[in-house]
């Protein structure tokens, strides 16, 4: 190569095989993307683009002639959004869905990059673009304050993790921001690891970049001077952005922060509530214990009719006799708490056994705490089934037989299961 690699961890045959091959990918892919218009081929153009630039700057390449190619990158993302677009059917929110990932990200790329070599042109055009601006995502919030851009500030987030340290130096009071953008640097690799799944280092690795932490330089005057000694750091792009009139905020001024998830309610009231069983355990009246509050009976000649009509409508959860997975089961049961109009408690039990047998006594006492307990049909099946009445049901029901089905409390259901 006739550059310097900016790496020397990087295996250079590898590096440059990896060049000729998406060099080689968007020249196949950006005319079936421009002309033709192919859904497929526009998340391929998107991902490879942010890797060429990624390759390209560990290759040694001058910044200057990668700053030259931005205009044909930004134009690759505004058709490969066209073309996502109107396959998704025209909605503007399509971008937030899991599997636009890549096009996404090559979306963030772009603007990050863009916005440090000074092309601002670029990335106002982007976080404009009615598909971006739909994304809810508190970075693309910080983004468009940053150049200026009208934006309200998102309730939701799609990106959950995945850049909440940048988030937090952008947040930042002022007399922080200086350790906490040091902290992040020296972090972007365990993090990015995590979160973006960046490749570790390895005989075949051909660099990993953090050219998102140069923006945060610019936009503030912060000394990068510990920064340039993580080898992740981009030093020749942060020189070439000192001059090249990236937007400077404030000392004062702060972007939007991380997304928290709201706390769950103490308790999931129901919209209608249910009213105790009438009458003795009988089929009769535990098809009307297992209905839908509000819905029809659930016909049956027999229990096992019954109870596969009740899995069906989710008022009967089932889980695997071996193991269950906690969060799953506490999303279940609730669920089947708001369809039989019973309170749930809001945040589910913590540090649960996955065996059945010891988890599930812990998951009534759960459901315990706001009058509800949990009941299980002995049933010769590889599945555990289980259903939420009230307490006063409980009594009623629990430890009988019915139709020949017996009613397992949970204590029951772990002796018979041990």
């Given at each position: 190569m006739a550059h310097t690699i900016r790496d020397d961890r990087i295996d250079s045959e590898e590096l440059e095989g990896y060049l000729d091959d998406v060099r080689a990918s968007?020249?196949?892919?950006?005319?079936?993307?421009?002309?033709?218009?192919?859904?497929?081929?526009?998340?391929?153009?998107?991902?490879?683009?942010?890797?060429?630039?990624?390759?390209?700057?560990?290759?040694?390449?001058?910044?200057?002639?990668l700053a030259d190619t931005l205009d044909e990158w930004g134009g690759d993302l505004l058709a490969s959004l066209q073309v996502r677009q109107k396959a998704a059917g025209g909605a503007a929110g399509f971008l937030a869905r899991s599997e636009e990932r890549s096009v996404l990200l090559s979306t963030i790329n772009l603007v990050f990059v863009a916005t440090s070599l000074g092309r601002a042109d670029i990335a106002t055009?982007?976080?404009?673009?009615?598909?971006?601006?739909?994304?809810?995502?508190?970075?693309?919030?910080?983004?468009?304050?940053?150049?200026?851009?009208?934006?309200?500030?998102?309730?939701?987030?799609?990106?959950?993790?995945?850049?909440?340290?940048?988030?937090a130096v952008a947040s930042a009071p002022a007399e922080r921001r200086q350790e906490t953008f040091d902290a992040y640097v020296r972090g972007w690799r365990a993090h990015n690891e995590n979160e973006r799944f960046i490749d570790p280092?390895?005989?075949?690795?051909?660099?990993?970049?953090?050219?998102?932490?140069?923006?945060?330089?610019?936009?503030?005057?912060?000394?990068?001077?510990?920064?340039?000694?993580?080898?992740?750091?981009?030093?020749?792009?942060?020189d070439f952005a000192?001059?090249?009139?990236?937007?400077?905020?404030?000392?004062?001024?702060?972007?939007?922060?991380?997304?928290?998830?709201?706390?769950?309610?103490?308790?999931?009231e129901p919209q209608t509530a249910r009213e105790p069983a009438a009458g003795e355990p009988t089929l009769v009246t535990l098809s009307a214990l297992l209905a839908p509050v509000g819905g029809e009976r659930l016909e049956a000649t027999d229990v096992d009719a019954l109870l596969d009509a009740a899995v069906v409508v989710g008022t009967v959860v089932t889980v695997d006799a071996r193991a269950l997975d906690p969060a799953d089961t506490a999303a279940l049961l609730q669920l089947a708490c708001r369809d039989l109009g019973l309170p749930a408690p809001g945040r589910g039990p913590s540090r649960l056994p996955k065996d059945p047998a010891k988890a599930l006594p812990k998951f009534d006492a759960w459901l315990a705490k706001v009058g509800v307990r949990l009941l299980s049909p002995a049933m010769d099946a590889d599945d555990l089934a289980f259903f939420p009445v009230l307490a006063e049901d409980y009594e009623t029901f629990g430890g009988h037989t019915v139709a020949g089905l017996r009613?397992?409390?949970?204590?029951?259901?772990a002796d018979d299961e041990s």
């Open positions: 968007i020249d196949q892919t950006r005319p079936r993307v421009r002309d033709r218009e192919l859904e497929l081929e526009a998340e391929t153009l998107c991902r490879d683009n942010t890797t060429l630039f990624t390759l390209r700057y560990a290759a040694g390449e001058a910044v200057q002639e055009a982007v976080l404009s673009h009615p598909a971006v601006a739909a994304v809810p995502s508190r970075l693309f919030d910080a983004l468009a304050t940053a150049h200026g851009l009208a934006r309200p500030v998102s309730e939701s987030e799609v990106l959950v993790g995945a850049y909440d340290p940048w988030l280092v390895s005989e075949y690795f051909t660099g990993a970049w953090a050219f998102e932490a140069v923006i945060l330089v610019q936009l503030w005057g912060l000394d990068d001077g510990l920064a340039r000694d993580v080898p992740e750091y981009p030093v020749d792009l942060a000192q001059d090249a009139g990236v937007p400077r905020l404030s000392a004062d001024t702060t972007l939007p922060g991380p997304w928290d998830e709201p706390a769950p309610p103490k308790v999931i009613l397992r409390t949970m204590e029951q259901v």
